[in-house]
């Protein structure tokens, strides 16, 4: 069993940033792929970004995000960050990070379905 748990949420104005945390207390995430997912009320939760792990370290993004947020491992600390840059009111919502033991790619990424362990999530709120 593992066990994540997300932090650094908040409410931000538009244009501005903030930094998401990912962590596993008691294990390591350099076995896994770990993806932030995000959903808002009434919608589907949707892939935003994903992370292979250090061998692999490839990276993918959402097309929504491409080019503002970025994804990152810290090996030392065992932390997955996700930090979101030039916020958009569109992108409030509660953000979840996921962990997949299964290989993944372009292809497979960004389905839930994929992720076999979840955070309880921390919510994301860009308003002025």
């Known amino acids: 069993q593992l066990t994540l748990v997300e932090s650094g949420g908040g409410l931000v104005q538009p244009g501005g940033s903030l930094r998401l945390s990912c962590a596993a207390p008691?294990?390591?995430?350099?076995?896994?792929?770990i993806g932030w997912f995000r959903q808002a009320p009434g919608k589907e939760r949707e892939g935003v970004s994903c992370?292979?792990?250090?061998?692999?370290?490839?990276?993918w993004y959402s097309d929504s995000v491409k080019g503002r947020f970025t994804i990152s491992r810290d090996k030392a600390e065992n932390t997955v960050y996700l930090l979101m840059d030039a916020l958009k009111s569109e992108d409030t919502g509660v953000y979840y990070c996921?962990?997949?033991?299964?290989?993944?790619?372009?292809?497979?990424?960004?389905?839930?379905?994929?992720?076999?362990?979840w955070g309880q999530g921390t919510q994301v709120t860009v308003s002025s």
């Open positions: 992370i292979m792990p250090p061998i692999d370290g490839r990276t």
């Open positions: 996921g962990a997949a033991t299964s290989a993944l790619d372009e292809t497979t990424w960004s389905d839930s379905y994929e992720y076999d362990y």
């Open positions: 008691g294990s390591s995430l350099g076995f896994f792929a």
